[in-house]
């Protein structure tokens, strides 16, 4: 009986013991709550996916895709010599674009590290005769431009023994057995960890990959939640998101839809689209249909599809995070170049309507899309809406005045007692975004 009491008491102690280490709800901080404001408000980023697949120049799956042995692919990494890369000038194409923020990625699935780490000699300072850490040219022509700075990082790795191989296989030829979960933790955190400590300022980290071993597949512990303490420790204001298509997980700052407005699932990624959280949204799309730098696909979006692009994302209320591949030289593809000067000149004009906007009273529809700045509500319309016809908005509050963003004109409108507006759209030369403005 006495030593049945013992164990009981043990047990409760271990019980009680163990709560009290577990961690609870994650709590953000003042600076955190800041940082996401920011980055709410910033609704445009470029995302930039750069690794030694630039030089196979087929995306940045070629690794896995083609079967190559990793050993084999590795030998790639003393051939990369990117002598066009300049950091600044990328910086400045982005800044002239609009975009407030870039995300690079700092080493994607092929397992290759975008700077110096010491934490595998596998990087772009110790493998590649270039020998430049990209990741600190690319902080520093950030950090002088007032440019937020996102770094993407791949859970999932195609090259690394000792990362347990997911959904995604054995297709490089790594041996199962030399799989070890502890050591390839340990390993990313300590990369994490000099991400977050050597290069200043680093705006979110942004992952990928989990899908490797998703919900549906064997249970697997991916250890999301220290992993993210570890980088709130670091850098408080630091925001986490992750490109996981499932619901928000305890410790994330941010919510990720890949090539989706949020709530949506035209990308069938997941059976139903996560639901979307009242965190900060951002949506990652392709200016081409890769990632990676791929020589054969010139099919990038015109201007006039990246803006309508960005304005139903801000009219999800979320941000558009829009990905060049960089050429395998270093410079950004020309046809990327010249779309980014057609988004600038476009955001110059009309950078009141996206930056600092929330999602409008009515969601993106087929004419266009509404936006939010405090009592002011813009209406985009991006179909080419015919001179006097009408188009019917069930709005919120009242609307005192209706004007055409760019003369001023007054709109004509009527207005029912349950908030339902009804604009005429006047006579208008056909442009991308036909912008009223309701007050
Ligand atoms: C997917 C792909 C990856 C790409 C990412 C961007 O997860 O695996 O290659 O980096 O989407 O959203």
Redesign the pocket.
Known sequence: MKLKKLMAALLLFACIGGQSFAQGAYVPSEENLRSRAEFADMKFGI?L?WGLYSMFAQ???YLQNSGTHHAEYAKSADAFYPHRFDAKQWVEAFKDAGAKYVCF?SR??EGFSMWKTDASTYNIVEATPFGRDVIAELADACHSADMRLHL?Y?HLDWTREDYPAGRTGLKTGKDPKKADWKHYYDFMNQQLTELLTRYGKIGAIWF??Y?DHDSDSIPFDWQLRPQYDLIHRLQPACLIGN?HHEAIKDGEDIQ?F??DLPGENTAGFVDKAAEVSRLPLET?QTMNGM??YKVKDLNYKSVEDIVHLLINTSGKGANLLL?IGPQPNGELPAIALERLKGVGKWLREYGETIYGTTAGDVLPQSWGAMTRKGTVQYVHLTDNATAGTTLTLPLKGKVKTATVFTTGEKVPFKQTKEGTLTLTIPHHTPTIDYVLVLK
């Open positions: 995302f996916h995306g940045e799956w990625t994607h699935h993407y791949s990928d990959g899908w490109n990720i890949e090539r990652c990632w990676g990905n």
